[in-house]
């Protein structure tokens, strides 16, 4: 089985209130990103690893992971669909069957999600991760409640998401210029094709506002 990882790392800092990309901001002496990186790294299935970020961050890449052969470093485009597009254009005539998409900016995924994921991959040509609401579902317009959503089959989707390369190639390469997507698991349900949902981790944190930094800094000293 070989896989091409793209590791999403192009996004800024705004809504963290930093001028710099969040994901190359320091926790325990390591930049954000490099701990995602760090527990994908040790699965040998992964043949090669993309990382995609704009061009002025790239020696940073290769001076966090100086010796990482497997290393392809990828400038990003405007929106975070754009990067990967940008990514799967380098993977396409790579010689691997499946590739794994993943945000730099959720640090804490465990090995044993990914091991999962992985594992649900030689079954189904698509894979994600997902977790169960448990709250009340509100629809809310202009601060005032519309109505209540039934939560029994809504999910909150996480990543990694990983798909058969031919699938997600195409699911780019047909839909990823129409408009934006809030995942790369939505282009390919634009193909009508099942998507596998597994058990996603509470612990599986995206930063995106300085809580979550906070929150992420206290999980790492542990």
Not at 139 to 148: H, M, N, T
Request: glycine residues 4%; aromatic residues 10%.
């Amino acid at each position: 089985m070989k896989i091409g990882l793209i590791l999403a790392c192009a996004g800024e800092g705004r809504r963290l209130g930093f001028k710099k990309n969040k994901v190359f901001l320091y926790l325990n002496k390591k930049p954000i990103f490099y701990y995602s990186y760090r527990n994908f790294s040790s699965f040998s299935q992964i043949k090669w690893i993309c990382v995609v970020t704009q061009k002025r961050n790239f020696s940073l890449v290769r001076k966090t992971i100086p010796f990482e052969r497997r290393l392809i470093l990828v400038e990003g485009g405007e929106r975070r669909q754009d990067s990967v597009e940008a990514a799967l254009k380098v993977l396409k005539d790579k010689d691997i069957d499946y590739i794994i998409i993943h945000d730099g900016a959720r640090p804490l995924i465990k090995k044993e999600k990914i091991k999962e994921l992985i594992l649900s991959l030689k079954k189904y040509p698509a894979v994600i991760l997902g977790l169960p609401l448990k709250e009340a579902i509100k629809y809310v317009e202009r601060d005032f409640v519309v109505k209540s959503l039934r939560r029994e089959n809504l999910y909150i989707i996480q990543a990694p998401q990983g798909f058969r390369k031919d699938l997600i190639l195409k699911a780019y390469d047909k839909f990823n210029r129409k408009r934006n997507f809030y995942d790369d698991a939505q282009l390919v349900e634009l193909l009508r094709r099942k998507i596998k949902v597994v058990e996603g981790d509470p612990f599986n944190i995206k930063i995106t506002y300085p809580a979550d930094l906070k929150l992420v800094s206290l999980l790492l000293d542990k």
